[in-house]
């Protein structure tokens, strides 16, 4: 069966304190792994696209990482602007996409 | 850069009536995706059209319908409202269905209905 799971469900950190998400999968012809990040009330922002084991992707703190069964959200040095629940979802062979529930990261000056 | 534009950002229905929700995908994006989003859960996948034909199809009730027109905006048309169709509802837009870089969905603001 098609799953996307998410760890932890919820992170505290305390400012310029790093720390990973997890995203582990199981699809059959996976196209795609997307991270975004959702505030409250408002509609998930696109953060990184990764489409093969081994491929890295940054982008300001962040760093998304991908496996042929998980993908890494690194977090460097994080601010309180950086709280907010990140989504990971899967691009199925027939192009649809397979959400996790989502981690809620919340950083604390 | 244009993004994609949905209205109402807010509708408060009774239950058993109808409700529309439109969406205007980014310029040239060819595809819209719906989503429903309750409190605390992930998106779950609707309905999506490519080239104004359906072209995948979720967990969309038989009460719902949604159709994309000439001009590439989308309705998701909503009947019999129960209180359980309470979410929030995010339609997204992209450039093909390929899993190409142009396949990044972009989403808009969401559109909150209340079923009371």
């Known amino acids: 069966e098609d799953q996307v799971t998410q760890s932890p469900e919820a992170l505290r950190l305390q400012e310029g304190e790093s720390s990973s998400l997890n995203c582990s999968y199981t699809?059959?012809?996976?196209?795609?792994l997307f991270w975004y990040r959702q505030d409250p009330g408002k509609g998930p922002e696109f953060l990184f696209t990764?489409?093969?084991?081994?491929e890295e992707k940054e982008k300001e703190r962040l760093k998304a990482t991908l496996t042929k069964k998980e993908s890494f959200l690194h977090i460097t040095a994080p601010k309180p602007e950086d709280s907010a629940t990140y989504l990971c979802?899967?691009?199925?062979?027939?192009?649809?996409?397979?959400w996790g529930a989502g981690t809620k990261l919340i950083i604390k000056p | 850069a244009a993004g994609v534009i949905q209205s109402p950002r807010h509708l408060i229905k009774e239950k058993r009536e109808t409700a529309t929700l439109k969406c205007y995908p980014i310029?040239?994006?060819?595809?819209v995706y719906w989503y429903q989003q309750g409190p605390g859960q992930d998106p779950q996948f609707l309905i999506s059209?490519?080239?104004?034909?359906?072209?995948d199809k979720g967990s969309i009730p038989d009460r719902f319908s949604a159709q994309q027109f000439s001009d590439y905006h989308s309705e998701l048309n909503m009947s019999s409202l129960e209180l359980g169709d309470s979410a929030l509802y995010f339609c997204?837009?992209?450039?093909?269905?390929?899993?190409?870089?142009?396949?990044?969905?972009?989403f808009g603001a969401g559109s909150r209905l209340t079923v009371l």
């Open positions: 699809v059959s012809g996976l196209r795609g």
């Open positions: 059209f490519y080239e104004k034909m359906q072209s």
């Open positions: 979802a899967v691009q199925h062979s027939n192009y649809q996409l397979i």
């Open positions: 310029p040239r994006h060819d595809t």
């Open positions: 997204a837009s992209s450039l093909g269905r390929g899993g190409t870089g142009a396949n990044v969905l972009t």
């Open positions: 990764l489409y093969s084991a081994g």
